[in-house]
């Protein structure tokens, strides 16, 4: 019981929190909806004046007036079209502020929605599927628009024609007003009724539409999959599973549905019967006049449809009321931390010691209670250096990185993280993730232009800042061969570009922003040996400032950091240099080995050669200035 009504004040705070700015229209919409309804109430009282006073000769104490009407019938067609036109337009009025309330409710709620999907932590969205996210902020939206500003205004509406109806009918005839009346607990009680046992019903069918949503969003995300692995039979009796299920669901909605009607069907016509008979009856004693019988009628009809349609209330309302639930779950999920400041005060405070040292101490993680992904690990990145780290499927290398731009966040306790000396979780989010520029081994890319997907780092960038990002990833020539240069489409996802050419892209992307921690989680496993040589090379002519961490399971992307670390299962299996872990005939020694072919070899041996005649150059110029300044020394002497 408390549960409920805990649930009824959540669902009216989120009413009245996103009828922001239109409560005006929304107020507007019901004042015009009331006059409009007393305009209609009047007409079955203009007939039965018509009737009583002038057709029927009944002019009592108003002979004048009522012989006056009897030769000018006009009066009262005009009266009639005048109220029609009054309705009309109050009716204009209500319907134009609803749908005014209605968009802005409906905006205002996606908003709320889309900023609060940006902001919660990847733990939130790994538990829910996107088509369920995606329905949850578009149909279930449009459920609750619909009922908040139509249904409510029609129950406001509904309500008020019901009480007025009653109180004209009861100062005609009491006993028939009386047999009315009778009815009306019997259609409150089935419709109760029907409404609970729709609900939970309601509640399945949303959960069936957004699973059936998630299958046709994943169909259509990964449909070169589908067609290379030859899975359409597969996928096409996949998605008839789903539609089957969703299909009986609503089929059992719509067999309720009708069977709620087919009994409000009965029980208004047995209504409308029973006032007949007994108001023939009222009307043959003198009870009731013939005047009073038509309007009596009439009002009888107008509310045989709301009393009726309180169970298409009820159903609408239990639907609306599922999607609340659905929506506000979304909205009560715990967001990140954006914008908050930590305990030593400064939203945007900067690294006390102006370094990004980053240090891992003692660190375990795991995405499920009891199952470890990282266990105990300690490293120490130097600033301006470059750390590798290797390993296999589930080593836990990606891990840290996520770990680093709290993606996730690491529990109490299970050691610390922390850059320049300063705790990861006391920095500020928009300040840590605008100091660590990420690539991802499946990069994203926009359905929008190469240059357009660069500068989306730096939407202010140049067209020359966007090109120099671009060389350092060895990706420009490529992007000037296109026909329309950086102003190419590349697709959804970027379909139309290889996996080396998206993964180049992303580089030059992240390059853009210049952050002073840059991380490569694989992102040139798509590449080949020589473009991933040229990358890593301009990268160290061109970044020479930026600490840089190379995750990846090649040897070859490695091989130059300063210090590289081995994960196994987990744990720290080996550390050093190159040099260092091959004379340790260790798993890097192994690795190394299966993984090097001859072209790799060459190319090493390539690098190192280059390394030399860097080296002896530098040497020979050094001698030259040496040379010369001894000579002028020798001269000035002399």
Known sequence: MEKNVRLKHRKLYLIFRFLQGSKIYFAAAIAASLISTILNALTPQIFRFS?????????GNSRNGGSYLSSHLWILALMIVAVAVASGIF????????ARAGENFAKNLRDALFIHVQKLPMKWHDRNQTG???QRCTSDVEVIRGFVVTQLLEVF?????????????????AKLSCIVLLFVPVVVVYSTVFYRLIAKRFTTADEAEGELSAVVQENATGVRVVRAFGREQFEMERFDKKNNAFAKLWIRLGTLSGLYWGIGDLITGLQVIAVIIFGVVEAVNGSISVGEFVAFAAYNSTLVWPIRGLGRILSDMSKAGVSFERVDYIIRSQEEAYGKTDEKG??????????????????SFGYEEGKDVLRDISFTVPEGSTFGILGGTGSGKSTVIQLLSRLYELEENRGSICIGGRAVKDIPIEELRRNIGMVLQEPFLYSRTIRENIAASVPGASLEEIRYAAQIAC??????SFPDGYDTLVGERGVTLSGGQKQRIAIARMLLRKAPIMVFDDSLSAVDSQTDYRIRCALKEHMREATVILISHRVTSLMGADEILVLNQGKIEERGTHGELIRRNGIYRRIYEIQMSRDDRDLMGQDEKDKKNKKDKKSKEDKKKEDKMDGGIINGSI
């Open 91 to 98: 009716t204009y009025i209500s319907r134009t502020n609803t």
């Open 157 to 173: 509406r509904t309500a008020f024609l019901v009480l007025m109806s009653f109180a004209m009918m009861f100062s005609m005839n």
């Open 475 to 480: 990706i420009d020539d490529a992007i000037m």
């Open 51 to 59: 009737i009583d006073e002038v057709l029927s000769g009944n002019i």
């Open 346 to 363: 400064g939203k945007e405070r900067e690294h006390s010691s102006g370094k990004y040292d980053i240090s891992f101490q003692h660190v």
């Open 132 to 134: 369920d996210i995606i």
